[in-house]
């Protein structure tokens, strides 16, 4: 039962990811309709392959990994998908101006042709105004900051109950005894 609120958030976790890709649908028109040259720059998401998600949610599922792990792993996926996206760029007719791969986002310049077939062919998960970068960045900065203080926080916890067990057993002893003498 202890398992089911890190099930949650791991599925949470993951849910956002396909969100945000489906997000990305919606600025299809927009800028298919775009009466400009085309060199205003816009956000880009990328994630890893949905199949080595469902993998991973698979595993964890299973119990074969904790829910740090899973999370390191999912992490390690986004940001070899990040990479894998910013070495391709320089074989697409766009380019990208800011990057955070390890986030799966970057800021791309370049025509609107070659950004949305980076959409349709998947290699993009979602596509929003430029503006929206330094928004998304810094919202995985919190994130990330969060995740790192919850973990730090569950591993002094883990530690202070292990404490715990160490004093109360020495603690019942003596209280054992006492009730021995009464």
């Known amino acids: 039962m202890t398992d089911l609120p890190t099930r949650r958030g791991f599925l949470a976790l993951t ?4 969100a945000a890709s489906l997000a990305g649908c919606s600025q299809l028109e927009s800028m298919t309709q775009s009466d400009d040259s085309g060199e205003d720059a816009v956000t880009v998401t990328v994630s890893p392959n949905q199949e080595d998600i469902a993998s991973l949610n698979d595993e964890f599922q299973s119990g074969n990994l904790t829910r ?3 999370m390191a792993k999912q992490r390690k996926l986004v940001e070899q998908a990040g990479s894998e996206f910013a070495d391709s760029a320089s074989d697409r007719d766009f380019t990208i101006a800011d990057s955070e791969p390890q986030f799966g986002l970057f800021r ?3 025509s609107d042709e070659a950004i ?4 349709r062919n998947g290699d993009v998960d979602g ?3 430029g503006d929206q970068y330094e928004v998304f960045v810094q919202q995985q900065k919190q994130r990330q900051a969060m995740r790192e203080q919850q973990q730090q926080q569950q591993q002094q916890q883990e530690q202070d109950a292990g404490n715990e067990t160490n004093s109360s057993d020495g603690g019942n002893q003596t209280a ?3 009730e021995t003498e009464n």
Request: net charge negative; aromatic share 4%.
């Open 15 to 18: 849910g956002t990811g396909a």
């Open 68 to 70: 740090q792990e899973a």
């Open 108 to 110: 791309v310049t370049g």
């Open 116 to 119: 949305m077939d980076a959409l």
């Open 127 to 129: 596509i929003y105004p």
């Open 176 to 178: 054992a005894g006492n």
